[in-house]
C-alpha cells in the first residue's frame, strides 16, 4: 500500500476543504480521493475526519495527527527540493495561493512566460486568500500583507471602470458627485468610496442593486453592463485592452493594499520555487 501517498493525499483533501476540490487538484476520481483517506483511516484504526453531504472537519484525533503529518510532508518536499537543487535544471511542482482577482487575471499570462522558460517546472495554483500558507503546503502566496520572507510587488490603486454599454445608456459621469446618479457596484456592503484626485480627497456616497464579496464576480457584473465599479487596476487591465471596460474618472483613484508574494521563511527553498519568486518579483506589472 502506498502509505505515504494516503497521507498526502489526506492533507490535500484538509487544505483543499473538500474531497471534490482535492481530487481537481490531484487529477484523481473523487472516489478514489474518499477511498485513500479511508484506507489511511482504517490503517490507524481512528477517525480523522467528520464527513457530511455539504462540509467536512477534522475530528480531534485528525487534526493532531495533521499537525504533524503536514510539517513531515512539508520536510520531505524541501529535501526533495534540495536534492534537485543539484540538477542544472529547475523542475518540479511550485504550489502557490493567490487572490481569485489578482490570480485570474495577471497569473496566467506570467505563468505561461515562466513555464516557456522553464518547461520542467509544474505551478499548480489556488486561487483563495483563505488558505494557511504553511498548513495548506504552499511555496508562494500572493497577498494583501507581507512580513518576513516577503516581497512588495506592487502597491495597488484601485480605479473606476464600466462597460461601454453602460456608459452609452447612462451617459459618463463628469464629476464624482455624478456618482450618486448611477448604479455602482460595490465589493462588500460600503456606501462610500474614497476617491484622491487632482483638488484631493473627495468621499462619494454610491449605491446599487448589486453587492458581492468576490471581486471577480463585481468585475464580470461590470463587463456585462451592470454598472460602474471600483476594481483594482491590475485585475482589469486585460478587459480595458480588449474593449470590455472603460476608465470612468480616470484622473481619480482609491489606494488598495500593498500586494506582496510570500514564502516559507522556516525551510529550504527548492531551486524551481526561487526560479518563480525571481520570475515574478522581476516580470509582475507595477
Same mark, same amino acid.
Not at 537543487?85 to 482577482?101: F, H, K, S
Not at 500558507?133 to 508562494?140: A, C, E, P, R, S
Not at 442593486?209 to 454598472?227: H, I, K, W
Not at 510570500?262 to 518563480?276: E, G, K, N, T
Given at each position: 500500500?502506498?502509505?505515504?501517498?494516503?497521507?498526502?493525499?489526506?492533507?490535500?483533501?484538509?487544505?483543499?476543504?473538500?474531497?471534490?476540490?482535492?481530487?481537481?487538484?490531484?487529477?484523481?476520481?473523487?472516489?478514489?480521493?474518499?477511498?485513500?483517506?479511508?484506507?489511511?483511516?482504517?490503517?490507524?484504526?481512528?477517525?480523522?475526519?467528520?464527513?457530511?453531504?455539504?462540509?467536512?472537519?477534522?475530528?480531534? /484525533?485528525?487534526?493532531?495527527?495533521?499537525?504533524? %503529518?503536514?510539517?513531515? +510532508? *512539508?520536510?520531505?518536499?524541501? &529535501? !526533495?527540493? $534540495?536534492? @534537485?537543487?543539484?540538477?542544472?535544471?529547475?523542475?518540479?511542482?511550485?504550489?502557490?495561493?493567490?487572490?481569485?482577482?489578482?490570480?485570474?487575471?495577471?497569473?496566467?499570462?506570467?505563468?505561461?512566460?515562466?513555464?516557456?522558460?522553464?518547461?520542467?517546472?509544474?505551478?499548480?495554483?489556488?486561487?483563495?486568500?483563505?488558505?494557511?500558507?504553511?498548513?495548506?503546503?504552499?511555496?508562494?502566496?500572493?497577498?494583501?500583507?507581507?512580513?518576513?520572507?516577503?516581497?512588495?510587488?506592487?502597491?495597488?490603486?484601485?480605479?473606476?471602470?464600466?462597460?461601454?454599454?453602460?456608459?452609452?445608456?447612462?451617459?459618463?459621469?463628469?464629476?464624482?458627485?455624478?456618482?450618486?446618479?448611477?448604479?455602482?457596484?460595490?465589493?462588500?456592503?460600503?456606501?462610500?468610496?474614497?476617491?484622491?484626485?487632482?483638488?484631493?480627497?473627495? /468621499?462619494?456616497?454610491?449605491?446599487?442593486?448589486? %453587492?458581492?464579496?468576490? +471581486? *471577480?464576480?463585481?468585475?464580470? &457584473? !461590470?463587463? $456585462?453592463? @451592470?454598472?460602474?465599479?471600483?476594481?483594482?487596476?491590475?485585475?482589469?487591465?486585460?478587459?480595458?485592452?480588449?474593449?470590455?471596460?472603460?476608465?470612468?474618472?480616470?484622473?481619480?483613484?482609491?489606494?488598495?493594499?500593498?500586494?506582496?508574494?510570500?514564502?516559507?521563511?522556516?525551510?529550504?527553498?527548492?531551486?524551481?520555487?526561487?526560479?518563480?519568486?525571481?520570475?515574478?518579483?522581476?516580470?509582475?506589472?507595477?
Amino acid at each position: 500500500m502506498d502509505e505515504l501517498g494516503d497521507v498526502a493525499v489526506f492533507v490535500r483533501v484538509v487544505a483543499a476543504g473538500s474531497f471534490s476540490a482535492a481530487a481537481r487538484a490531484l487529477w484523481m476520481p473523487k472516489s478514489t480521493v474518499s477511498r485513500r483517506v479511508a484506507r489511511l483511516e482504517n490503517r490507524l484504526g481512528v477517525r480523522l475526519l467528520h464527513r457530511t453531504t455539504r462540509s467536512l472537519a477534522l475530528t480531534d /484525533a485528525g487534526r493532531a495527527y495533521h499537525a504533524r %503529518v503536514s510539517v513531515a +510532508l *512539508s520536510e520531505l518536499d524541501s &529535501a !526533495a527540493g $534540495a536534492a @534537485a537543487d543539484n540538477r542544472e535544471t529547475p523542475r518540479g511542482l511550485v504550489r502557490m495561493t493567490a487572490p481569485p482577482d489578482v490570480g485570474a487575471e495577471v497569473l496566467p499570462e506570467l505563468l505561461a512566460a515562466f513555464l516557456a522558460r522553464f518547461p520542467e517546472v509544474r505551478v499548480d495554483v489556488s486561487l483563495s486568500t483563505r488558505t494557511d500558507l504553511v498548513d495548506g503546503g504552499f511555496d508562494l502566496a500572493l497577498r494583501g500583507t507581507g512580513g518576513r520572507g516577503s516581497t512588495r510587488l506592487q502597491d495597488t490603486r484601485f480605479r473606476l471602470f464600466a462597460s461601454p454599454v453602460y456608459l452609452a445608456r447612462r451617459g459618463v459621469p463628469p464629476r464624482p458627485a455624478d456618482l450618486a446618479g448611477h448604479q455602482c457596484l460595490r465589493f462588500g456592503d460600503v456606501d462610500q468610496w474614497l476617491l484622491h484626485g487632482p483638488r484631493g480627497e473627495v /468621499a462619494v456616497s454610491v449605491s446599487g442593486p448589486l %453587492v458581492a464579496d468576490d +471581486l *471577480s464576480f463585481v468585475r464580470r &457584473a !461590470a463587463v $456585462a453592463g @451592470a454598472g460602474i465599479a471600483l476594481l483594482p487596476e491590475p485585475s482589469v487591465a486585460a478587459s480595458v485592452r480588449s474593449g470590455l471596460l472603460t476608465p470612468v474618472l480616470p484622473d481619480h483613484h482609491a489606494e488598495g493594499r500593498p500586494l506582496h508574494l510570500v514564502v516559507p521563511s522556516d525551510r529550504h527553498l527548492p531551486s524551481r520555487v526561487a526560479v518563480l519568486r525571481d520570475f515574478l518579483v522581476a516580470n509582475f506589472p507595477r
